[in-house]
Structures are given as structure tokens and as C-alpha cells.
């Protein structure tokens, strides 16, 4: 299958820091990626789709300005938490759409563990 | 609205025992479904999806799903429970059009026990 990989997988910052997490898509090309995000023992909640050359469309409640995301290219998206505070500290989880699946079928990457402190 | 809901949050068996974890769908057209598990602090591991076709669709791991559009579910199981399948279990929906994400349950927790 499809493979997506997320750097960093952990990462730990200070508060009022930035951090940046890429989602590559390493075997195939994705017009579209989804971030998600999992809190400790919850589900996982959309963020953001991102679709490659235009604005990211924000889920509800989702701060645009604070999280940052960029989908430069069809294999790269990357998910800026700008000024982090220890409420940001979350399990992210990007996914990419394969671009000729006719089921547009989503692939996950293994996720990024940002602790802020 | 639309939603996912997997109404048990925490389930134990016996090893060895038979599974079956909920899960049902308020969708105005059949989506295509996802079962995922995921292990403490890992990333999630399809164990199946269904599209069209056969109800009844086989997994890894010895899973299966049988989708009921009657009843607007899509139950996973298995017939013999190993200790480890101990996990976090996520049913997951995508309504059938193009653009839109997958749509995640709140999750099953399943303990094993010996």
C-alpha cells in the first residue's frame, strides 16, 4: 500500500515556540491531505484538508492563524503550530488522498507526538 | 447531522473468546467504512475497508466486517480474540464523495484477559 511518513514523530518545545511537522507521501502523488488531531485516550479530530497549491479549509473551531499548514507539492504538507502552549500537546496525524484512486482512498502516517512545556 | 458512533468505549474478552465491536453510521447514502486499531502511542493500521460488493469483507489479523445497510452498521469481528488484540479500535466513514475525509468514531478500548 501507499506510504506516508511524518517527521518529526516526537517532538518536545517550550511554550511560545513554533514547530513544524512534514507529511510526506513517499510512493505516490496526493492532491489532498488531512490533519488530524488525537488527544490521549480520544478519537481522532479533522483539523484541516489541504488540498496542493491552495489554502488549507480549516475544520470548526480549528485556528487558521495558529496552525499554520502548507501543501507545497503533491507529496509534502507540513503543519505549523505557531507560538505553542502546553494545550497544544496532542498526537498529530496527517493522511494523504492517493491521486488515482478511483475509491480516493486516504493513507495515514504514523503520527507526531508534540509535548509542549 | 451525519456521525459515527461506536457505543461501547471499553469492551473485555477472554482470550480466546468471540469479538464483536459496533459501530454505526447516520449517512444519507451508503459511505465507504474503515475499521483501524491502534496500539498505545502508535498510528492507526487499517484492518479493513468496505466499498461496494460483498457485505461481509475480510481483514488482516483475522478481522471481519459485515455491513448492514438496514441497520446502518458495520460490526466488526472475530472468533477468537488473542491477547494481542488489545487495543484501541476506530470505525471510520467517508461519505461517498469526492473531497471529504474520513469521519472517526470515539473508539472502542478492548481489554483481553487471560
Known amino acids: 500500500g501507499a506510504v506516508v511518513s511524518q517527521h518529526p514523530s516526537w517532538v518536545i518545545c517550550k511554550s511560545g515556540t513554533s514547530v513544524k511537522i512534514e507529511c510526506r507521501s513517499l510512493d505516490f502523488q496526493a492532491t489532498t491531505m488531512f490533519w488530524y488531531r488525537q488527544f490521549p485516550k480520544q478519537s481522532l479530530m479533522l483539523m484541516a484538508t489541504s488540498n496542493e497549491g491552495s489554502k488549507a479549509t480549516y475544520e470548526q473551531g480549528v485556528e487558521k492563524d495558529k496552525f499554520l499548514i502548507n501543501h507545497a507539492s503533491l507529496t509534502l504538507s507540513t503543519l505549523t503550530v505557531t507560538s505553542a502552549h502546553p494545550e497544544d500537546s496532542s498526537f498529530y496525524i496527517c493522511?494523504?488522498?492517493?491521486?488515482?484512486?478511483?475509491?480516493?482512498?486516504?493513507?495515514f502516517g504514523p503520527g507526531t507526538r508534540l509535548t509542549v512545556l | 447531522a451525519q456521525s459515527v458512533t461506536q457505543p461501547d468505549i471499553h469492551i473485555t474478552v477472554s482470550e480466546g473468546a468471540s469479538l464483536e465491536l459496533r459501530c454505526n453510521y447516520s449517512y444519507g447514502a451508503t459511505p465507504y467504512l474503515f475499521w483501524y486499531v491502534q496500539s498505545p502511542g502508535q498510528g492507526l493500521q487499517l484492518l479493513l475497508k468496505?466499498?461496494?460488493?460483498?457485505?461481509l469483507v475480510q481483514g488482516i489479523k483475522g478481522f471481519e466486517a459485515e455491513f448492514k445497510r438496514s441497520q446502518s452498521s458495520f460490526n466488526l469481528r472475530k472468533p477468537s480474540v488473542h491477547w494481542s488484540d488489545a487495543a484501541e479500535y476506530f470505525c471510520a466513514v467517508r461519505p461517498n464523495q469526492a473531497g471529504t475525509a474520513l469521519i472517526f468514531g470515539k473508539g472502542t478500548t478492548l481489554s483481553v484477559s487471560s
Open positions: 493522511s494523504a488522498r492517493v491521486l488515482e484512486s478511483s475509491y480516493n482512498e486516504q493513507f
Open positions: 468496505y466499498f461496494s460488493g460483498d457485505t
